[in-house]
């Protein structure tokens, strides 16, 4: 469904990613893990277009994307949670929403509810600024709005960072739901290791803005790969 | 006190007129970080519109309102389109880029316009006054200070009410999230520069009712629009609204106790003395998630 393929990419003059390949086949869940500051949330900038790679090729089901404008890739069902759980904080938990539908192609009202079956607890904040919602609540609303684009991909920044616990499992539960009863494909970064070892089917392992290491979730029981991911 | 107390609608009127002014350059700075110095020029723009005008039917000062409208509008938007987007994220460029435009886009107006001032009639209305509890009530004064109430609700509403205004409002809060979320950013912000200049053209109509039009028109009032905003925090509207009525407070009063030069020097030191205080304005972003 997506695959990111040679690309590298740069802020400015400081080059952070250097050929990276990444395949997510459709229906998968594949985690992209390693240690702070290797890469990681550049990857998935640059798969949502924030970044335009100095080389390579992205491609979604079959179409070039690596220079579509960022609103178009969500337009045509890639969705994308950042990290740290980012809303728009003077607009209301409904306005969150609402602005999201609307810039949708689909515009049906029912994708807000089903986003909201998702995380029930987000109704009882409809009225309130976002901002002044708790981290793990943020990351709900987060979540809920990639889900009302109706993507056929999501794509999460690390969604359990700073959330409490409690939060953390109702994160999970969901994400697991969606990719294993609604078959949604999923691009994972996390280094919660429990965590995507439950959920992926397959992971790679980024260092130094490459790709040292791609496997299918299994081989994380493998020492050299724990070696790799230890900080 | 008589005298004192007749000020009252000059600073309302000038609250006013620095409100609409304000609410163009509130936007596009805390939309974009673009500090547009040729948005005086659409204040010049839309006087010269309601010059040109006048005359043509009973009702031009009315029908000068919306077509200020469109002609700063799209003068925003075409400089927007053709050279601002391109120097967004350089705040310094951006700023010389427009003071270059707001300098041809005079010297524009004094090639086809001449040098002199010239003067829109007001419509006969407009002329004269009402007392009301001793205080004097120009006609003038008191339809400047009705059609900014009209633009500030109708902004609010715009941007409380609808879509287009909420996407505008998440572009604002967050550019990226906006674009993540599928809103064309690009889009908006072309929207907004419509919006700002035109409210910026309705403020220059208004201008032909207090005082003569020229080419420098734009840059009499420009700077005292700046503070409004620094004042009020960018992009908040509550926060123009309450910095404008201040300051056009401030500037009639100290303009009547001393003189025109000495009150501007005083207004900037009581803006230079609110910044130490609140360097961010009277309002700002608030919520957990900025703390």
Redesign the interface.
Same mark, same amino acid.
């Given at each position: 469904m997506l695959t990111v393929s040679e690309v590298d990419a740069a802020y400015g003059r400081a080059r952070v990613l250097f050929g990276v390949g990444l395949e997510v086949p459709a229906g998968s869940l594949v985690c992209v893990m390693g240690r702070n500051g290797v890469g990681k949330t550049t990857l998935l900038k640059t798969v949502? =277009?924030?970044l335009t790679p100095t080389a390579g090729r992205i491609t979604f089901d079959g179409q070039d994307i690596t220079r579509m %404008?960022?609103?178009l890739r *969500?337009?045509a069902g890639m @969705?994308?949670v %950042?990290q740290g759980? *980012?809303? $728009? %904080?003077? #607009?209301t938990v409904w306005?969150n929403l609402?602005? +999201?539908l609307? @810039?949708? =192609?689909h515009r049906d009202p029912a994708a807000v509810d089903e986003a909201l079956d998702v995380f029930p607890a987000l109704r009882e904040f409809f009225k309130r600024? @976002? =901002? $002044? #919602?708790?981290g793990g609540q943020?990351q709900q609303l987060a979540i809920a709005? @990639?889900l009302i +684009?109706r993507p056929r991909l999501l794509v999460l920044d690390e969604p359990t960072e700073g959330v409490q616990p409690s939060v953390i499992d109702e994160i999970e539960a969901a994400v697991e739901r969606l990719h294993r009863e609604a078959g949604l494909t999923v691009l994972l970064v996390e280094q919660y290791l429990d965590f995507a070892l439950r959920l992926a089917d397959s992971f790679v392992v980024m260092d130094a803005g490459e790709v040292v290491h791609a496997g299918a979730t299994e081989e994380l029981h493998d020492e050299e790969v724990r070696r790799m991911l230890a900080v | 006190m008589g005298a004192l107390v007749n000020q009252l609608p000059i600073g309302l009127s000038i609250a006013a007129v620095l409100l609409l002014i304000a609410l163009g350059l509130t936007f596009t700075f805390g939309q974009m970080g673009v500090i547009n110095m040729a948005h005086g020029e659409f204040i010049m723009a839309g006087a010269y519109t309601a010059y040109l005008l006048q005359g043509l039917t009973s009702q031009s000062f009315l029908i000068a309102l919306p077509v200020a409208f469109a002609v700063a509008g799209l003068m925003g938007l075409l400089l927007e389109w053709s050279l601002i987007r391109r120097f967004y994220g350089r705040p310094l460029d951006t700023l010389l880029l427009t003071w270059g435009v707001s300098l041809v886009l005079q010297q524009l107006a004094r090639d086809v316009f001449g040098a002199p001032n010239v003067q829109v009639t007001a419509p006969g209305w407009l002329v004269g006054g009402v007392d009301l509890l001793g205080v004097r009530l120009p006609y003038n004064r008191m339809f400047i200070v009705v059609l900014a109430v009209v633009c500030v609700v109708g902004v609010w509403l715009y941007l409380t009410r609808l879509?287009a205004g909420?996407?505008m409002?998440?572009v604002v809060?967050?550019r990226?999230?906006?674009?993540?979320? /599928?809103?064309?950013? /690009?889009r908006v912000d072309r929207f907004t520069f419509l919006l700002g200049s035109g409210l910026a053209g309705v403020a220059g109509v208004a201008l032909t009712l207090v005082g003569p039009v020229g080419p420098g028109l734009g840059t009499f009032y420009i700077v005292d629009a700046f503070l409004v905003v620094v004042a009020g925090g960018l992009g908040q509207l509550r926060g123009a609204v309450l910095a404008a009525v201040a300051l056009g407070f401030l500037n009639s009063y100290l303009e009547f106790w001393t003189d025109a030069s000495l009150a501007k020097v005083l207004v900037f030191v009581a803006i230079i003395a609110f910044l130490q205080v609140r360097p961010q304005g009277m309002f700002v972003?608030? /919520?957990?998630?900025?703390v």
């Open positions: 949502m =277009g924030t %404008p960022t609103h *969500v337009r @969705a994308y %950042p759980h *980012v809303s $728009f %904080p003077q #607009l306005e609402q602005v +999201t609307e @810039a949708t =192609g600024p @976002a =901002g $002044f #919602l708790s943020r709005r @990639a +684009t | 879509p909420r996407r409002r998440a809060q967050d990226e999230l906006a674009a993540y979320s /599928g809103i064309a950013t /690009g972003l608030k /919520g957990r998630a900025l």
